[in-house]
């Protein structure tokens, strides 16, 4: 079995990742996944959240999706995102600022209310509070 796989991660906006890992976890729409090199072939989408790889040389690898798709082959890994962050390039103040905010909307409910918009909101700080945290641990 092969030690290694490679992975490319990339959004609308740029190439975030590319390079050979070891092994992977995503958010996929279903729940978590480990990815390990050889993994039958699987295509899905992303739910908004961390992706956690660990390369070839050991590093630990943290970044934040907002969703898109993976596609799994036996011996390379891609992921096309909506918006991808470094983990490393988030701003858990904000986040937390964003979620609170969200939270509140959805409580109160006042003037032109958005449900969905506040939802969102809610949801994409929330997994940005996740990856940080996941970022946290991997150090």
């Known amino acids: 079995m092969t030690k290694t796989v490679t992975c490319d991660i990339v959004s609308a906006e740029e190439a975030l990742y590319s390079g050979e890992i070891t092994w992977m976890t995503v958010t ?20 908004a959240g961390p992706v956690h ?14 969703g898109g798709y993976l596609e799994v082959l036996p011996t390379e890994i891609k992921i096309l995102a909506d918006i991808a962050l470094r983990a490393k390039d988030l701003d858990e103040a904000a986040a937390e600022e964003v979620r609170q905010e969200a939270a509140r909307q959805l409580l109160t409910q006042k003037g032109e209310f958005d449900y969905g918009k506040a939802a969102i909101q809610l949801a994409e700080a929330t997994a940005q509070l996740k990856t940080v945290q996941e970022l946290k641990k991997a150090k």
């Not at 996929?28 to 739910?47: D, F, N, R, W």
């Not at 790889?53 to 907002?66: I, N, P, R």
């Open 28 to 47: 996929g729409e279903q729940g978590e996944l480990g990815i390990y090199p050889g993994h039958a072939p699987l295509l899905t989408a992303i739910a």
């Open 53 to 66: 790889l660990k390369t070839a040389d050991g590093e630990d690898h943290v970044f934040y999706l907002s």
